[in-house]
């Protein structure tokens, strides 16, 4: 009896294992009628096959067995953003905190930040100077919790970080402690009028030794000077650069220098939670006023960097506490506001910017051994670019975080 107990077990044991073998084996087979595959090019009623965490296979038909039939929606790879602040968040009592909260306040506003960016289709983010975005991180990398892939400056360089020796070694430990990314103010903040901060010796130091050390460098900086001097210390990438005019945008151009522009999210963010931060640090009545004048003077700057020959536009928000999800706007004012074209503003935040990443044979691209980051649009964005803001399926390394069934029920008109 035992023994017929310890052989049923065994049988039993090995029949659920080989089951979960065969489940992991089996293929998820995503039909759509759209697929704009991150490169810029389009698909129709096209079956996208994942293996795993990765596309193995397109197949050029949405004939046969589909896992997620997604009818008339259209197929993107997952979203990314470049310039992203998770660790913001309102405090308690709705307004914007003058000083952290407890540890694990914080990192639990993070985690909800991630989530909303996720069910956004936002599938990977850069978040420049979180020191706990490192176990967030690590979090996300578990495949556990909803969050998008996460990159990290952990700090951040700026005109107090010493001289360049001192600046250097800063550089050495940001390696040392695992950071995906360097963070550099190169310039005072938009509030503050945007002037150049850093000295040319600061940041030939802060870029020159991150390059010798095999990191990237993403450079706040808003006036021309501080845009100029980043660039010829061989920095990799600009943020914000609202006062960029047409001779550093030509050098970034020139150069191969990345171009993170932030025009559809952050600033209308502050405005429309203007009380909840009026009164903290520099957001008084003058630093409001600046960043009113702000969205026009964006508005002018994106139309010329869109018209710039081969600059290198990568899709930013620098989105903080208010504008977590919100990402995607982003996209749509860079069509509406700069003239760009839908099917640029798509590559720009998908394969683009995987690039600028470092990610461009992982992540950013719809094709067979990349990792299966997808999100479906209720819309053809080609045609109307706010589809990206209705994201109605996600799936992250070939799991799937969201899919709201009425966004696929209803299509029957194509
Ligand atoms: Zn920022």
Redesign the pocket.
């Known amino acids: 009896m035992p023994r017929m107990r310890i052989k049923s077990i065994l049988i039993a044991t090995f029949a659920a294992s080989s089951m979960t073998i065969l489940a992991q084996d089996q293929p998820i087979r995503i039909h759509a009628a759209t697929i704009l595959d991150g490169t810029g090019r389009l698909l129709r009623n096209a079956t996208i096959v994942v293996q795993g965490s990765k596309i193995s296979a397109i197949e050029a038909t949405a004939s046969g067995p589909a896992t997620y039939e997604l009818g008339r929606l259209t197929i993107i790879p997952g979203m990314i953003d470049v ?1 992203a ?1 998770l660790g913001w968040h309102f405090g308690k009592d709705g307004r914007f905190p003058d000083h952290p909260g407890t540890a694990a306040e914080e990192i639990l506003y993070s985690a909800e930040n991630a989530y909303v960016t996720l069910m956004a289709g936002f599938t990977t983010i850069q978040s ?2 979180q020191p706990n975005d490192v176990e967030l991180r690590d979090l996300a990398a578990r495949g556990i919790f909803p969050s998008p892939r996460i990159l990290t400056s952990i700090r951040q360089l700026n005109e107090r970080s010493g001289t360049a020796d001192e600046i250097r070694e800063k550089v050495r430990q940001l390696k040392k402690d695992g950071a995906d990314v360097v963070k550099i103010f190169a310039s005072a903040s938009i509030r503050d009028g945007g002037k150049q901060t850093m000295t040319d010796e600061q940041l030939q130091a802060a870029c020159g030794e991150a390059k010798a050390q095999g990191l990237r460098t993403m450079v ?1 900086a808003h006036s021309p000077e501080s845009i100029k001097a980043s660039v010829n210390a061989g920095c990799q990438q600009i ?2 650069g609202v006062f960029a005019d047409e001779e550093v945008m030509k050098l970034m151009a020139d150069k191969g220098v990345y171009f993170d522009p ?1 025009i559809g999210v ?1 600033l209308q963010n502050y405005l429309r939670n203007k009380p909840k931060y009026l009164g903290v640090g520099n957001y008084n009545e003058a630093g409001f006023a600046y960043m009113e004048k702000g969205l026009a003077i964006n508005a002018a700057m994106i139309k010329k960097a869109v018209a710039t020959p081969n600059l290198k536009l990568v899709l930013g928000t ?1 989105a ?1 506490a208010g504008a977590h999800g919100r990402n995607a706007d982003e996209i749509v004012e860079r069509v509406k506001q700069g003239n760009q074209k839908p099917m640029d503003a798509i590559v720009s935040a998908t394969s683009l910017s995987a690039k600028s990443l470092n990610l461009d044979r992982t992540i950013g691209t719809l094709a067979p051994g990349y990792e299966a980051d997808l999100v479906a649009l209720d819309g053809d964005p080609a045609s109307d670019i706010t589809a990206v803001t209705r994201v109605v399926f996600v799936m992250k390394g070939g799991k799937v975080y969201k899919h709201v069934a009425s966004g696929a029920g209803h299509g029957t008109n194509h």
């Open positions: 310039h602040h420049p100077g706040h943020e914000h932030n952050v620098d903080v």
